[in-house]
């Protein structure tokens, strides 16, 4: 039992942390639980982290795991993240300037604790466990609310100098557009290839009444089953995507694009649309990358915190 | 004199060799001599590396330098690089599959011997000599007859998967042109922003007869001394350059971007433009990013050469 050391990673989102305990023995390595616990946002979201580290220890004492054999863990929070671990403004949380490391660190008495953004352990993870192992160049791209994107290069996160590397869904795709981005800019990817940018394209293009609710997944079912008008919608937002990552091959040139979130439980009838439209906006030397579907769902962040931390052990 | 180490550097275009010899002692460093000489594309290039090589020697014997304190040589060629240093095809050569590490070592009997891409080599120079000082992470635009790049990510090359990576001319920025890129494709940024790129948009906007000699140069000085016609084309050259280095900085979010390329010559000019545009389409996170004039002209190559080598060594 000497051997044996855990790490544990936290993917902290705005209503709920997802935990994840790893075991790695001298001669193999397995997630040893995953759990999940509510976010208390209340008083600035001050029981945060406390909370995170009480209920580790609650796990570990369940599992009769010695605390002190807890090497190491690795944090993930929506918002960016300076290079010592310190995050300056975190609205889902209700966070203003928070010292991440040091705090966790001070609570939970383990010595080693790594923080990271939630869109870029997510991208960690599923290259290590989920759509994009055996690669350790890759962009793994969120398809949610809104558009989320992850970096990984050489196997490692790249955050960025101000830790906005992987802003995919900000990149300009239409210059023209003249509704505004939640960013306040416009014309950003995200007001296209999000649920939402789904929904409001398919809203101009297919006759739906005002009183229909719709969503992402009921425009891309309709169009799988062939409404016309329902597969331009989900033709058009993955044009744009595809156009965006076309561009985004340009710069880093990555192994393989890894697509997650929501609306890619759209499966292989969006991966088509999306290597369509990239071949046709990439230049030759750049055509026909590998597009995967994410495969850990929820999971990929805090699998993700447990490969940043153990990397850095 | 014993401990006195050099490397050299060969930025190889379809003219001419750039190179460089570069003195490292205990103490102190400096170029010890830069000279340049043609290119021999006859043979199918076939005499380049040997030409290389004898000039490397007749300068070190000139100069009295033994031939084996030459620690290394890096190697600039105009084509994507393998990792282990193969070439597969060097078009403004002559040259198809070149294994360039192999052969130079063969030719010259010197052991450490580096191969890097032009683009990326000369981003390297400007960070270690050039424009992009003191900054580690750092993007390369060569505004010339075409618009290349390079990417720099924690002081090293980012070459990509194969060897792609900074291919920002050919980022699409207008899915509605109808003209082909020189890579077939349409609506790059290149058929805006290089050299030629701007003559082309002057001559639809500016009153200017067929008869009439147009290049960057003169379309830029007119602008810079208020003809508003001229003005506009560059602005519009530079709105495209804008646009596609805001959605860049989204992907690896640098420190600080590098014009350099016949066209930056401009200087201020050119840089006001283009910061205008970068912040008018980017998120709050990434605006206000640095811009900087390259400052090496035609012997970043050798220098990032030098460099690269020297990082290997």
């Known amino acids: 039992m000497e051997d044996i050391l855990y790490y544990a990673g936290a993917d902290v989102g705005g209503t709920s942390v997802k935990l994840g305990l790893y075991e790695k023995g001298p001669d193999s390595e397995k997630l040893a639980e995953k759990w999940e616990i509510p976010t208390d946002i209340s008083d600035d979201g001050s029981h945060i982290l406390n909370d995170i580290a009480v209920s580790l220890k ?30 300056h403004e975190c609205v889902n949380l209700g966070w203003k300037s928070v010292d991440v490391c040091r705090e966790f660190r001070n609570i939970s008495g383990i010595p080693l604790i790594t923080v990271g953004n939630d869109a870029n352990v997510s991208a960690l993870g599923e290259m290590w466990k989920g759509g994009g192992q055996g690669f350790s160049n890759l962009i793994m791209i969120t398809l949610g609310t809104g558009v989320g994107g992850g970096v990984i290069i050489d196997g490692k996160i790249h955050a960025g100098s101000v830790g906005a590397a992987g802003e995919i869904g900000h990149m300009t795709v239409n210059p023209d557009e003249t509704e505004f981005c939640n960013c306040k800019s416009r014309g950003c990817l995200e007001q296209y290839a999000s649920a939402t940018g789904i929904v409001r394209i398919a809203k101009n293009i297919m006759n739906v009444p005002d009183s229909e609710e719709l969503d992402a997944k009921i425009v891309i079912d309709r169009a799988k089953a062939g409404d016309k008008a329902a597969d331009k919608a989900v033709d058009k937002a993955m044009e744009y995507l595809g156009m965006a990552l076309s561009n985004v091959a340009c710069v880093t040139d990555p192994e393989v694009f890894v697509i997650g979130g929501g609306v890619s439980a759209a499966g292989e009838f969006l991966i088509k649309k999306i290597e369509k439209y990239y071949n046709m906006y990439s230049m030759n030397t750049l055509k026909n990358k590998k597009f995967r579907i994410a495969m850990l769902g929820n999971d990929a962040g805090f699998y993700g915190c447990i490969k940043m931390v153990m990397d850095n052990a």
Do not use: E, R
């Open 58 to 87: 609650k796990v570990c004492a369940d599992k009769n795991i010695n605390c002190q054999s807890i090497a190491g863990v690795g944090i993930g929070v929506p918002g960016p993240v300076d290079f010592d671990g310190v995050v």
